[in-house]
């Protein structure tokens, strides 16, 4: 199975940016649809961002969009999350999960998690 693990969170400035990565051992990458899932204390997680496996196929949470681009180099294995103009309610962990067989916005369709990095954003 894929085992994915994400970096690049941390404390940012609201209207500042963070790229978050997601990394992924065990198997390739390439073969499985990437999701980002961000999740607030008391909240349920949430659907952030997604991408197919070709890269031809870009999905997005509607307050993402503009802000944020999901991209990924299946060389290097690995899928990012570009962060810009961050406001304080973007403060959350942001998980990023594999899929190998539909590319969605459903949390329940993605088997493979990892353990999340956390964003926090200042106002």
């Known amino acids: 199975q894929v085992r994915l693990v994400e970096s690049g969170g941390g404390l940012v400035q609201a209207g500042g940016s963070l790229r978050l990565s997601c990394a992924a051992s065990?198997?390739?990458?390439?073969?499985?649809?990437v999701g980002w899932f961000r999740q607030a204390p008391g909240k349920e997680r949430e659907f952030v961002a997604t991408?197919?496996?070709?890269?031809?196929?870009?999905y997005y949470a509607d307050s993402m969009k503009g802000r944020f681009t999901i991209s990924r180099d299946n060389a290097k294995n690995t899928v990012y999350l570009q962060m810009n103009s961050l406001k304080h309610e973007d403060t959350a962990v942001y998980y990023c999960?594999?899929?190998?067989?539909?590319?969605?916005?459903?949390?329940?369709?993605?088997?493979?998690w990892g353990q999340g990095t956390q964003v926090a954003v200042s106002s």
């Open positions: 999960a594999a899929n190998a067989y539909i590319i969605s916005q459903d949390v329940k369709r993605y088997p493979y």
């Open positions: 065990g198997r390739t990458l390439s073969n499985y649809h």
């Open positions: 991408i197919s496996w070709s890269r031809d196929l870009t």
